[in-house]
């Protein structure tokens, strides 16, 4: 039995995209054990899905942290014989430096590191999408037939919510730091009346640090669920496969949920190329709508409305 590291530090969107990958190396090293290292806002998921033996959270420590550099090294030096570096950072690619030193090489390694035993070195990497960009990675490597995410062990109880069908989920949020990538609140309220006119309920998924940006939209639009903060991601996932549809942002939430399979609209600026991320369902990208302009604050509700095709 071989021991397999797998690398991949986040982010979510990234994280889910990497779901089909994870169960090909699952289904290869079959009889292997697989250790994930990657952080701790994926611990629950990665361990949920069964595709690994262990799931390591030091993945990224600061850079002051010596406790925790010494952990990542524990742990890069546990005994491994391939890793598949799935985050192909400079980040990730260093940790092949951490390996064996001085006493012993490194291990086998797939990725973009100097030194990789299985290297991608396709120079348009960049410009493919990051599922066929990891395919093409895992083939080098001796891994072919990488599915599409699959989140179908992600069960949860989610009674507690008390959400009723026909319900459509919003995801209004994502990086703070990029509000070109976010649709205006006043747009999704406006969306969200056409629902509930409709006698379909919007349901808000959010983080705590969300919550205002979520309240303002539940507030402009009365019978609007609001959940910001109250869902963890396999939550997500349960509360998803019961939903008519989701339509949000480029970013992680709105992965996850199109990996369940529901219709999905995906909204995107200039800030962002959906040839390169665009979410995709388990069956491919015939569920997923794209909804490209160069400015969302362009794009109408009734457009939006309209791919929805509810109202």
């Known amino acids: 039995m071989a ?18 990958p994870f169960a090909a190396i699952r289904r290869h090293h079959a009889h292997d054990r697989i250790t994930l290292l990657t952080t701790p806002p994926f611990a629950d998921l990665a361990r949920a899905s069964g595709y690994f033996d262990a799931v390591e959270t030091c993945g990224r420590p600061g850079a002051f942290a010596v406790c925790g550099w010494l952990r990542l090294v524990r742990v890069l030096n ?19 430096n951490l390996m064996g030193f001085p006493f012993s090489r490194p291990p086998e390694w797939s990725g973009i590191a100097a030194g990789s035993s299985h290297p991608h070195e396709n120079p348009q990497r960049d410009f493919q999408h990051t599922i066929e960009r990891q395919r093409e990675q895992l083939l080098n490597a001796g891994i072919v037939d990488v599915p599409l995410a699959d989140v179908s062990w992600a069960e949860a109880d989610v009674r507690r ?3 009723k069908p026909p319900y459509v989920l919003f ?32 349901v ?10 979520l309240k303002s939209i539940a507030s402009a639009a009365i019978g609007t669920k609001n959940l910001a903060g109250a869902t963890n991601l396999i939550e997500i996932a349960a509360l ?14 709105l992965h996850l949920i199109a990996a ?24 491919g990208p015939e569920t997923v709508t794209v909804l490209r302009v160069d400015s ?16």
Request: proline share 8%; net charge positive.
């Open 240 to 253: 998803a496969r019961d939903a008519r549809a989701a339509v949000g942002n480029d970013t992680g939430p």
């Open 3 to 20: 021991d397999i590291l797998v690398i991949k530090l986040g982010a979510l969107g990234d994280f889910v995209q990497a779901l089909g």
């Open 204 to 213: 808000l998924l959010g983080t705590r640090d969300e919550a205002q940006l």
């Open 171 to 202: 995801v209004p949020g994502g990086s703070a730091h990029r509000p070109d990538k976010r649709w205006p609140p006043g747009r999704f309220a406006a969306l969200a009346r056409r629902l509930v006119a409709a006698g379909i309920t919007p």
């Open 260 to 283: 369940t399979g529901i219709p999905v609209v995906a909204l995107f600026s200039k800030a962002s190329d959906p040839s390169l991320c665009a979410p995709r369902g388990p069956d």
């Open 161 to 163: 919510f008390a959400l």
């Open 296 to 311: 969302l604050a362009q794009l109408p509700e009734a457009k939006v409305a309209s791919a929805l095709n509810l109202v």
């Open 78 to 96: 546990a005994g491994f014989t391939r890793v598949y570096d799935l985050q192909t950072s400079d980040r990730s690619s260093f940790y092949r």
